[in-house]
């Protein structure tokens, strides 16, 4: 059973950092899009990060480029998010979602169409609150 764990969500005040991370089973990292959403309270998801399973391209959300880091690390099966200059506009609860299998030249479009529920898995969320 696929199943995607995230961790690493708590509370930090303005201007702090946090890693999130998403670790994978029952798939494995290439030939997929893996990307992180956000959900704030009464809001939709909003795709915040997207990296390229297969050669680590990465995409970014206007509203966290120069802030967040998203990365991959295939051996161990798992997708980080660094965030730095936390706001606490970034409240929300951060999700990690992946594709299925995809061509390498298909990735960077699903990366981009940024569609939560379009992608093939989805976990449960960590909530990360960024306040004083």
């Known amino acids: 059973q696929v199943q995607l764990v995230e961790s690493g969500g708590g509370l930090v005040q303005p201007g702090g950092s946090l890693r999130l991370s998403c670790a994978a089973s029952a798939i494995t990292l290439p030939y997929r899009a893996i990307g992180w959403f956000r959900q704030a309270p009464g809001k939709e998801h909003e795709g915040v990060s997207c990296?390229?399973?297969?050669?680590?391209?990465?995409y970014y959300a206007d509203s966290v480029k120069g802030r967040f880091t998203i990365s991959r690390d295939v051996a161990k099966n798992t997708v980080y998010l660094q965030m730095n200059s936390l706001k606490p506009e970034d409240t929300a609860v951060y999700y990690c979602a992946a594709s299925g299998p995809l061509a390498i030249t298909t990735i960077r479009s699903v990366c981009v169409r940024a569609d939560f529920y379009g992608m093939a898995y989805r976990g449960k969320g960590t909530l990360v609150t960024v306040s004083s």
């Open positions: 990296i390229s399973g297969s050669d680590g391209t990465t």
